[in-house]
Nanobody
Framework: QVQLKESGGGLVQPGGSLRLSCVDS????????MGWYRQVPGKRRDMVAT???????NYADSVMGRFTISRDNAKNTVNLQMNSLKPDDTAVYYC???????????????????WGQGTRVTVSS
């Protein structure tokens, strides 16, 4: 079972930095691809950054060069270091654990996703 909890959000001025953390209280963290997503009111939840089980990373164009995602399987955590923050980064940030759909012993298993409760990030002067 996967249970995710984010922390580290808050109010920061433009140009500042925040470090978000997500911890899984379960025991299967290492088999999931992990990611950070964000959402503003009335908008779709968008991918910010992902890191696979093999440490391959991917970033949204809007955060490339400013944000860094990392994971520590020994601590069941995934982090998002956010630098040079902009007002447009204001959102609720969600931690995601994803397992791709797959065939196993001739049977198809649907993809699965787990989500944290979210942590608020406000970038304002």
């Amino acid at each position: 079972q996967v249970q995710l909890k984010e922390s580290g959000g808050g109010l920061v001025q433009p140009g500042g930095s925040l470090r978000l953390s997500c911890v899984d209280s379960g025991s299967l963290f290492s088999i999931f691809d992990m990611g950070w997503y964000r959402q503003v009111p009335g908008k779709r939840r968008d991918m910010v950054a992902t890191v696979t089980t093999t440490n391959r990373t991917n970033y949204a164009d809007s955060v490339m060069g400013r944000f860094t995602i990392s994971r520590d399987n020994a601590k069941n955590t995934v982090n998002l270091q956010m630098n040079s923050l902009k007002p447009d980064d204001t959102a609720v940030y969600y931690c995601n654990a994803h397992r791709a759909g797959r065939f196993l012993l001739g049977k198809w298993y649907d993809p699965t996703d787990f989500w944290g409760q979210g942590t608020r990030v406000t970038v304002s002067s």
